[in-house]
């Protein structure tokens, strides 16, 4: 007879729709029983797309019942009530609004090299310079940049509480592996780890009272961003890219995860758009209009472009975001015209 062990074993063999990994290293199976070749399982998703349940449900029971021994097998699938909606919070059985902080939202891209750590810094400050409350986390555990680019590299105080008190820079609060790091040492961690302590950035810091929460994402559509998006109810999700096709199409598929776990995409943002030179010729490096294009493609916001500008990079290497040092500049002013525009989307 087979045995809740074979279950399990068995149901790890049964991917989620769309992701290389399996319902029991998600945590979706909350309950497996075992009684005279009669199997039940209870699982909880993580979507309410009717499609991926059915997928799953099918699929695991042809797989248990093809186990030596089992005469029946019943499976009960959860899902959320009903889908996230603009305006509207994610239901997941597992997650729990953040106390204290009332829109939470990711800047994300499909590939590295585009700029999003250098978007989301800016777009933080911008925020905060009109009059929001910000917080900003680093969620790029393996390559954190966010200290040196908001020029802060000192440890988190332990409340009362014992819990970790964010540091401040440019009046964003910020939260980073980098601040638990010594110099230089890597981080040499499998997914589990990963996984662990994004969940520990929302579990074990005190945000106190934010209006955003920015979450710098890596690149990818890996365990970070998975992780992310089962621990706590996002408000939506920036995406951030170059013009050229090559980064638009790899975009499409961070775009993609947004949606297949029912996370509102907030809008484009076009990165490097293009580069004026000192007699005032406009270059486009990486071709233009791109971002744009595929906003219009895909139905969502162009959330607006951001030039090639000297004054970013040098802001970014000294710690004082351009938005902080020279925000009446053209290059301060493009990133906080993405801030109003999607400070107009989530008020």
Known sequence: MPTEEDVRNTLKKVRYPGFSRDVVSFGLVKEVAVRDGAVSVIMNLTSANPEAANQIKTEAEVMLKALPGVNSVYIEVNQPKSPLGAGSQSALPQQARIPGIRRLVAVASGKGGVGKSTVSVNLA???????????????????????????????????EAEKMVPPVSHGVKLMSM?????????????????????????????????????????????????????????????????????????VRKGIAMFQRVNVPILGIVENMSYYTTPTGERVEIFGHGGGRTEALRLQVDFLGEIPLFTEIREGGDRGVPVVVSAPEKPAGQSFISVAKALLQKLL
């Open 125 to 159: 400050c911008g925020l905060n310079k009109l009059g929001a409350r910000v917080g900003l986390l680093d969620c790029d555990i393996y390559g954190p940049s966010i200290p040196l680019m908001m020029g802060l590299h000192q440890k988190p105080t332990i409340s």
């Open 178 to 250: 980098g601040f638990l790091l010594e110099g230089d040492q890597p981080v040499i961690w499998r997914g589990p780890m990963i996984m662990k302590t994004i969940q520990q950035f929302f579990s074990a810091v005190e945000w106190g009272e934010l209006d955003f929460l920015l979450v710098d994402l890596p690149p990818g559509t890996g365990d970070a961003q998975l992780t992310l998006c089962q621990t706590a109810p996002l408000d939506g999700g920036v995406i951030v890219t170059t013009p050229q096709e090559a980064s638009l199409g790899v």
